[in-house]
């Protein structure tokens, strides 16, 4: 069962996904899958290289960039510029890591404000409050 929670029309968030569920990404007009859970993290965690395989099979680009604990300047970076390139779908165990990483990389682009990631954020069910910076 899919859990994809749409941030804007372009991207999307969700907790761990497994690979059967790349079909339905692919359904939905998802044209990228970001991982941002490193391997091995949970025992019942699938390993990225079988949602990759998924995902390339199905004829969807694939990134990982994995995040521990709160996303890096860097990571945050690549995270938003990969979503840049299409109908992006991050996941990580919970999608709190993924949100957060693409919120912090849109903000230190220009791309959105404040206000509006905090908006995008709540409407997908996270709470960014204490996550972005106030500028």
Not at 43 to 64: H, K, N, T, V
Request: glycine fraction near 10%; charged fraction near 20%.
């Amino acid at each position: 069962m899919t859990q994809f929670r749409s941030v804007t029309a372009a991207f999307a968030v969700s907790p761990q996904i497994g690979p059967e569920e790349v079909a339905a990404a692919k359904a939905m007009g998802f044209t990228l899958i970001i991982n941002n859970r490193p391997d091995g993290e949970s025992p019942d965690q699938p390993p990225g290289a079988e949602i990759e395989a998924a995902a390339r099979a199905a004829g969807l680009d694939y990134a990982a960039i994995p995040v521990t604990g709160r996303p890096t300047p860097d990571q945050a970076r690549a995270v938003s510029d990969a979503a840049s390139r299409g109908k992006a779908l991050a996941y990580c165990r919970s999608g709190n890591r993924s949100i957060m990483s693409w919120a912090l990389g849109e903000l230190a682009a220009g791309a959105h404000s404040r206000d509006e990631l905090l908006r995008l954020a709540a409407a997908a069910g996270y709470d960014l409050g204490g996550v972005l910076p106030r500028q």
